[in-house]
C-alpha cells in the first residue's frame, strides 16, 4: 500500500486558490491513499461564526468535494481530507474519506480545541473504519490525539492505520 501527504500553507479564506494549489499538487500523484491538513480549503484561524458560516460547506452539494471526488477518479486513490462541514444549522470541523464513488465516510471532530470551541459544533458521529486497498483505516483531527480514547476506540474498531489531519497552531 503507498499512502501520501501533502502539506501547505492555506491563503485563509479563498477556497479555490486553495482546492487549485491541491489539484495541481496531486494531478499525477500515485498512491493508494493521499491525506490532506485540517482545514486546507478554508483555512484555520476564523474570526467567529459566521465568518465560518460563509465559507462551510455541505459535502454532498460542494463544488470543492465534487473536484477532488474527480482527482480520485482520474488517479484512482482515495483521499483524507480536513474540510468545513455545514450540516443544517450545525458547522463541523470534518474528516472526509473521499474516493472514486464519492463521500465513503464522514468524521466530525469530537475535541475542539481552544477557539474552535466558539464557532465549531462538538462531533456528533461514531469514530469508524472503512477499507482503503485492503487496510482499514480510521479518522481524528488534530488535538483529538491528546484524548487517548480517540485511538483505543478506533483500534477496537479494528483500525490498522489512523489518518490524522492536523492543523499545528502552537
Ligand atoms: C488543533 O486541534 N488544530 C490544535
Known amino acids: 500500500m503507498k499512502i501520501g501527504f501533502y502539506q501547505f500553507t492555506p ?11 491541491i489539484l495541481s499538487a496531486l494531478q499525477d500523484a500515485q498512491a493508494d ?3 490532506l491538513p485540517e482545514l486546507p480549503f478554508t483555512g484555520y484561524l476564523f474570526a467567529d461564526r459566521t465568518e465560518l458560516a460563509g465559507l462551510a460547506e455541505d459535502p454532498r452539494a460542494s463544488a470543492t468535494v465534487k473536484a477532488l471526488v474527480e ?11 480536513g474540510f468545513a462541514e455545514k450540516a443544517g444549522d450545525k458547522i463541523f470541523n470534518s474528516a472526509l ?9 464522514v468524521y466530525r471532530k469530537l475535541h475542539l480545541f481552544d477557539r474552535e470551541k ?12 472503512n477499507p482503503v486497498a485492503g487496510a482499514k483505516i480510521g479518522m481524528m ?3 483529538d490525539w491528546i484524548f487517548p480514547e480517540t485511538c483505543r476506540v478506533l483500534a477496537l474498531e479494528g483500525a490498522e492505520i489512523i489518518c490524522h489531519p492536523s492543523n499545528l497552531v502552537l
Open 33 to 35: 491513499l493521499i491525506v
Open 11 to 21: 491563503v485563509f479564506g479563498n477556497i479555490q486558490v486553495n482546492l487549485d494549489k
Open 71 to 81: 482527482l480520485c477518479q482520474r488517479q484512482g486513490f482515495q483521499l483524507v481530507t
Open 141 to 143: 483531527i488534530c488535538f
Open 118 to 129: 466558539l464557532y465549531f459544533d462538538p462531533g456528533d458521529l461514531p469514530l469508524r473504519v
Open 97 to 105: 474519506l473521499l474516493g472514486p464513488s464519492g463521500v465513503v465516510n
